[in-house]
């Protein structure tokens, strides 16, 4: 018994040297991980002190593999569309919420990150995916390659998708009255909404097909979407539709997403809507 307690502390003597004598072996300077600090560039700058300093919101434009889904064949935005696409961002989407919700609004209810993509994000069914909102704390925005200021509806579809990603993001803060929501159109929500075009969608009271995938949707879809639309474009919207009852759905809609922000956030959904229409104005070059 003696033999084996004296062998085992034995033992123990000669581990705990062998682990002394590696540790003796490692001197400073030998680590092999960079500290180095990248360079900012003129863009990183930039970032800083339109988007970071201001509303603490960081973003990313280099290629982070970790970022993105790796099954899709994805590629990271040209360089000089990086600038272009977030002054779109923050003149349409970040200065017309902190025109009317104040200067803090956003910097308080927020993503932390926006990433850009360059490329289109496809499904298997042949839509595409133009956002992601993760959690209410990332947002990716897919085909920055692709936007042109000098065509009002490219500029509108790319913001369409930050505006209706942002209000995933207040719903998960304040959430909005689901049950009126899901009493309105309550037989039209289907998973394959993607096989119906949109006006077919509009004459049974969505504002989009995408709208009918679920009442969470159909709120942020409804929202996004009149905040894209001018004034003037909204009021042909509906008067374009015929069905009476899906005109009626719409409205009823509208004014929900109208009571949600007073109620939740004390702000005037119609003049962030005419924020956005001016906002929008001046970013188109043509």
């Known amino acids: 018994m003696k033999l084996i307690k004296y062998s085992k502390i ?4 000669m581990v705990s040297m062998a682990v002394i004598s590696c540790a003796n072996d490692e001197r400073p300077g030998d680590s092999q991980l960079d500290y180095t600090q990248p360079t900012k560039t003129a863009l990183d700058n930039w970032i800083t002190t339109t988007y970071l300093n201001p509303y603490n919101i960081n973003v990313q434009y280099k290629w982070n593999q970790n970022t993105v889904d790796n099954s899709r064949y994805l590629f990271p935005p040209t360089i000089d569309k990086v600038q272009p696409a977030l002054e779109i961002v923050e003149t349409i989407w970040l ?18 990150e926006i990433v850009l993509i360059g490329g289109v994000n496809l499904n298997s ?20 390659d692709y936007i042109d200021q000098s065509d009002r509806d490219n500029v509108s579809e790319f913001i369409h998708t930050i505006q209706h990603e942002y209000i995933h993001i207040l719903n998960q803060h ?12 309550p037989g039209g929500y289907t998973s394959d909404w993607y096989n119906y075009d949109i006006p077919e969608s509009n004459e049974i009271g969505f504002i989009t097909s995408y709208a009918r995938s679920n009442i969470n949707e ?7 979407m009149i905040l ?19 005109l009626a759905a ?16 004390d702000m005037d959904f119609y ?16």
């Open 10 to 13: 034995a033992f123990l003597v």
């Open 95 to 112: 200065r017309s919420y902190s025109q009317i919700g104040g200067a803090d609004f956003v910097k308080k209810i927020a993503p932390r």
């Open 125 to 144: 069914v042949g839509t595409r995916t133009l956002g992601i909102a993760e959690g209410g704390q990332r947002v990716t925005l897919f085909e920055t």
């Open 174 to 185: 304040k959430p909005f009255d689901e049950k009126s929501w899901a009493a309105i159109t």
């Open 218 to 224: 159909d709120f942020a879809e409804t929202a996004s």
């Open 228 to 246: 894209i639309y001018s004034k003037a474009e909204y009021a042909a919207f509906l008067a374009g539709i015929d069905d009476p009852d899906a």
């Open 250 to 265: 719409l409205k009823a809609k509208e004014a929900l997403v109208v009571k949600y922000f007073k109620e939740a956030f």
């Open 271 to 286: 003049a962030l809507r005419d924020a956005a229409e001016i906002n929008t104005n001046a970013v188109i070059t043509n």
